[in-house]
Each structure stands twice: as structure tokens, then as C-alpha cells.
T-cell receptor
Framework: AQKVTQAQTEISVVEKEDVTLDCVYE???????LFWYKQPPSGELVFLIR??????QNEISGRYSWNFQKSTSSFNFTITASQVVDSAVYFC?????????????FGGGTRVLVKP | DTGVSQNPRHKITKRGQNVTFRCDPI?????LYWYRQTLGQGPEFLTY????????KSRLLSDRFSAERPKGSFSTLEIQRTEQGDSAMYLC?????????????FGPGTRLTVL
């Protein structure tokens, strides 16, 4: 069975500080996908980033960056120079291969509060 | 290109009543998923369709729950004889196979309150 753990339940920062969100996952699949979603107070889940299990290259996309390490089953996410609009709940999610349905398994979420 | 839409956005019902939710996916997406999210938790998978075929149902989906996707377009989720434990946000998502991206795009959700 797949499992995603987000140990941090809430993080509070002051605007312009960097925020790193931790995510640890468990799966027996060799092909899988990892995602980060943002859920603002309005409630809609917004897709942020995706990473395939066979590509450990870490990237930066605007103020977002991620650190994927298969050896430790971790997929951490960083928001650089946080802004008040970044305040939301962030979910890490794990998906199986497309042939198996791509069903998402979510972590419990980390609430990020960015204070002005 | 419109996103995923869900109706209604909120539903308040009394215990024992039946409720039905609708989801309209992104038009070219062939897969449609239903998830349930309770307060303070991450979403949990309920069921999914590929075109009109329902391919998998979670153990969370009791006999009181039924989902359909006639003609492979919109989908409905019905809950019969609602219980207070059914109170949650019901989220719909859609995706397109064969793109290599495997991203699911979510609707705004239907928040159900069972009194």
C-alpha cells in the first residue's frame, strides 16, 4: 500500500522568508509520480509540481523548487521569498503508474501561514 | 478551456436523505476521479472512471454510495440514506491518459453537511 507522510502540521513564517515542506513516501511500485498541491482557503486544490520516479533531477520553477531523493523516499518542496498569498495548506501526493489508474494518495497536509 | 466544475458547491441535508452531486470534467479528459476530504485531512480516493467505465472503487465507498459517468462525460455521485459521518468535502478531478504527465485537475468541491 502507498503512504505519504507530512510530519509538519503547521509552519508560520514572516514574508520573504523561505519555507521548506517535508514529504516522505512509501510505495512498492517502481514507476510512480509525486506531486505537490496547494489548497487555499477557497478550498480548490491547485496543482503545483510533478516529478516522475525515474527522474531525480531537482528543478526550480519560479519561487518553487523541490528536492527528490529516492534513497530516502523524500520529496521536499521549498517556497523561496514567501508572500502572504502563499498562505494555504500544501499537500504532497503519490500516484501509481497510469496503467494502474494514477490514483492519488495524499499526505495529511502542512498549513503554511505567511505573516506580513 | 474551462476547468473542472462541481455542483452544488454546498449541500446541507438531514440524516437519512439522499443527495446527488455532479462533476463536469475538463472536456478532453477521459479519466474522472472522486475523492473525499474530511476536515484537517488530506483527500482520500473513492472511485474513478475511464470514459464511461468505472474501473475501481475504494473500500471507503460503502453500498450507500453510487457513481455513474454516462457517455463518458459528466459524472454523478449519489449518497443514499446519508449519515453524519458522510459530512465532508467531495472533490472531483479529471486527467487525460497518454500525455505522460499524469496530472489531475481538481474542481472546487461540494461541501456536504449532514445534520
Amino acid at each position: 500500500a502507498q503512504k505519504v507522510t507530512q510530519a509538519q502540521t503547521e509552519i508560520s513564517v514572516v514574508e520573504k522568508e523561505d519555507v521548506t515542506l517535508d514529504c516522505v513516501y512509501e510505495t512498492r511500485d517502481t514507476t510512480y509520480y509525486l506531486f505537490w498541491y496547494k489548497q487555499p482557503p477557497s478550498g480548490e486544490l491547485v496543482f503545483l509540481i510533478r516529478r516522475n520516479s525515474f527522474d531525480e533531477q531537482n528543478e526550480i520553477s519560479g519561487r518553487y523548487s523541490w528536492n527528490f531523493q529516492k534513497s530516502t523516499s523524500s520529496f521536499n518542496f521549498t517556497i523561496t521569498a514567501s508572500q502572504v498569498v502563499d498562505s494555504a495548506v500544501y499537500f504532497c501526493a503519490l500516484s501509481e503508474a497510469e496503467a494502474a489508474g494514477n490514483k492519488l494518495t495524499f499526505g495529511g497536509g502542512t498549513r503554511v501561514l505567511v505573516k506580513p | 478551456d474551462t476547468g473542472v466544475s462541481q455542483n452544488p458547491r454546498h449541500k446541507i441535508t438531514k440524516r437519512g436523505q439522499n443527495v446527488t452531486f455532479r462533476c463536469d470534467p475538463i472536456s478532453e479528459h477521459n479519466r474522472l476521479y472522486w475523492y473525499r476530504q474530511t476536515l484537517g485531512q488530506g483527500p482520500e480516493f473513492l472511485t474513478y472512471f475511464q470514459n464511461e467505465a468505472q474501473l475501481e472503487k475504494s473500500r471507503l465507498l460503502s453500498d450507500r454510495f453510487s457513481a455513474e459517468r454516462p457517455k463518458g462525460s459528466f459524472s454523478t455521485l449519489e449518497i443514499q440514506r446519508t449519515e453524519q459521518g458522510d459530512s465532508a468535502m467531495y472533490l472531483c478531478a479529471s486527467s487525460q491518459t497518454g500525455t505522460g504527465k499524469n496530472e489531475q485537475f481538481f474542481g472546487p468541491g461540494t461541501r456536504l453537511t449532514v445534520l
